[in-house]
């Protein structure tokens, strides 16, 4: 393969080149195979929309390394995947997230208030990781002198290198945030509060009370992407922002349409840029047929940038008003949090445009070595 084309997500510099990559992908190998690292990638919007929805030939379980350990969502098929979710999914009505934005709006203006214009700030530290990690962790239980360590092991599970097994990358920190989880079920097995932790311990599904492994994969699960993507999402617009300042421009003006914008943050920059399946059975697509047992990546960023969807999709346009896009997935497996990491990201653009509408990049912010994840590790700006 070496003087062919390559996909390949572990390679240090794929960020670098992302849109070309997956502009190759739709249009030359919209199935296309990397022998070498052993996975199958599917690139066209509709044809990853389909396939987020067959159940009956694409699964999750089993399908990641280090990911059987504990029954994550994520990595779930029905109808366990449907017990559990149907039980956690409680805290994330509409209703629930939309009663939250007061306290998250009092959130960010406490992290804004630390800065001044004319200061130059590290933002990913300072705003992008603090505000959704402080909600997560309060939402789960985890008492406040214990958040910051915490939340750092879960931004470590996603730095990854081409030549270290997954399940060897993440055993460290994987570790140590299971260790914070049994702490916390056994604090609240003795002292029930009002939060997420408490009410997972008393559950029950068709009169069965959960496991301390389902509880602890859920939690896992949940810290990591109610955290670290939405730290992403509101990092990626920042850096997204400033490279477009007419349309930074617009929406301080115009603050109503910051909602529309995170659509399109997500869609042109999705925090997860695939999500990998498991073939159950033989599965056809473009003239080639994907053995059963395979593994099989469904790379939202590449279908997300599809022309055959989206008018000018290589165009970043806050006014964009896109029907569907596959940042959060869909299907099954459709986000859970995809409601409060909304209202997260809007928050914080309405208070950071007010505060700081001149906000400037101070140097051009580097790409976190991750196979999956689209973020920056730091973000300086003047503001």
């Known amino acids: 393969m070496s003087d062919a084309f390559v996909y390949d997500p572990f390679d240090p510099d794929f960020h670098a080149t992302s849109h070309e ?109 603090p505000l959704p990690g402080r909600i997560i962790a309060e939402m789960i239980g985890v008492p406040e002198s214990r958040r910051g360590a915490f939340l750092e092991q879960s931004r470590r599970m996603l730095v990854t290198h081409p030549d270290v097994a997954i399940a060897d990358a993440i055993r460290e920190p994987s570790d140590r945030i299971y260790d914070e989880f049994r702490l916390l079920i056994d604090e609240r097995r003795r002292a029930p509060q009002q939060d997420l932790m408490s009410a997972l311990l008393e559950a029950e599904v068709e009169g069965e009370r959960l496991s301390d492994d389902e509880i602890l994969g859920f939690c896992f699960q949940l810290i990591m992407a109610g955290n670290d993507t939405t730290t992403a999402l509101i990092g990626n617009g920042l850096v997204l922002l400033d490279h477009h300042p007419e349309q930074k421009a617009l929406l301080v003006r115009e603050p109503d349409r910051i909602a529309d914008a995170v659509e399109e943050m997500l869609r042109f920059e999705p925090s997860a840029q695939a999500l990998p399946r498991r073939t159950i059975k033989p599965y056809s697509l ?56 909304r209202l997260e990201a809007r928050v914080a653009f309405e208070t950071l445009l007010e505060r700081f ?14 196979r999956w994840a689209r973020a920056h590790p730091e973000i300086h700006v003047r503001l």
């Open 21 to 129: 990559t997956y502009r190759t992908l739709r249009d030359e190998h919209p199935l296309y195979e990397n022998p070498d690292r052993n996975f199958w990638a599917i690139s066209r919007f509709e044809d990853v929309w389909q396939a987020t929805i067959d159940h009956e030939e694409l699964g999750t379980e089993g399908v990641e390394e280090g990911a059987s350990l504990l029954p994550m969502l994520n990595y779930l098929d029905s109808p366990r995947h449907d017990r559990l979710r149907a039980l956690v999914s409680r805290a994330f009505t509409f209703r629930r997230v939309n009663e939250m934005e007061p306290h998250v709006r009092r959130i960010a203006d406490e992290l804004l208030d630390d800065l001044s214009t004319g200061d130059e700030a590290e933002l990913v530290e300072a705003f992008a990781t």
């Open 286 to 341: 473009h003239g080639r047929t994907i053995p059963p047992d395979a593994r099989v990546l469904l790379v939202w960023a590449a279908a997300n940038l599809d022309e055959r969807e989206f008018p000018d999709p290589e165009r970043f346009d806050v006014t964009r008003r896109a029907p569907r896009h596959l940042a959060l997935g869909h299907g099954i497996h459709f986000c859970l949090g995809a409601s409060l990491a």
């Open 357 to 370: 509408p001149d906000y400037a990049l101070a140097k051009q912010p580097d790409w976190l070595p991750s």
